[in-house]
T-cell receptor, first 114, second 110 residues
């Protein structure tokens, strides 16, 4: 078990559905991240939140919408996804943005788009 | 474009041997270096991190950093079948600029 908790663990949705992925950490970390990982590939950075503000958006399509309601929570809202969006979505956190501390990953949400 | 390179493997070693995993990076301004282990279908798990030139040891794991050569390695002593996984090298070139290498698949043979 990790200290970064992601729900749900698995999600199957149709291309017209709206769903959300959730991530929670209680380590007092002030930077939180969303990554997408396809099979046999490394994680690809999607978004970074620093002190609850979006600081990096790696040109992610607008069908992915991140939200950081408070310092412990990070959401990823999904709408009108495509089959190629099927992947493992990883949330990570680190102590402080820019301090070179390691990122700690949650167990991920395995997303399948029908 | 900041790049991190690793030999994709698979790297096969017999049980009890030393496994040596290598990583090179392109950005000379990189400041911190991380090794993650990822089992199939699981999330990356932090194994080691290193900031300064030289060696850093933690149990059976040793990370080695040579900034002049832009090279970081991970040695696993007394390799066990449970060490079989993909090892991801990650480099932070400052701020939140965290770049992963493609990973090396390690297979430890009983």
């Amino acid at each position: 078990d990790t200290e970064v908790t992601q729900t749900p663990k698995h999600l199957v949705m149709g291309m017209t559905n709206k769903k959300s992925l959730k991530c929670e950490q209680h380590m007092g970390h002030r930077a939180m991240y969303w990554y997408k990982q396809k099979a046999k590939k490394p994680p690809e950075l999607m978004f970074v939140y620093s002190y609850e503000k979006l600081s990096i958006n790696e040109s992610v399509p607008s069908r992915f919408s991140p939200e950081c309601p408070n310092s412990s929570l990070l959401n990823l809202h999904l709408h009108a996804l495509q089959p190629e969006d099927s992947a493992l979505y990883l949330c990570a956190s680190s102590h402080d943005p820019g301090d070179n501390q390691p990122q700690h990953f949650g167990d991920g949400t395995r997303l399948s788009i029908l | 474009q900041k790049e991190v390179e690793q030999n994709s493997g698979p790297l096969s070693v017999p049980e009890g041997a030393i496994a040596s995993l290598n990583c090179t990076y392109s950005d000379r301004g990189s400041q911190s270096f991380f090794w993650y282990r990822q089992y199939s279908g699981k999330s990356p798990e932090l194994i080691m991190f290193i900031y300064s030139n030289g060696d850093k040891e933690d149990g059976r794991f040793t990370a080695q950093l040579n900034k002049a050569s832009q090279y970081v390695s991970l040695l696993i002593r007394d390799s066990q079948p449970s060490d079989s996984a993909t090892y991801l090298c990650a480099v932070n070139a400052g701020g939140q600029n965290f770049v992963f290498g493609p990973g090396t698949r390690l297979s430890v043979l009983p």
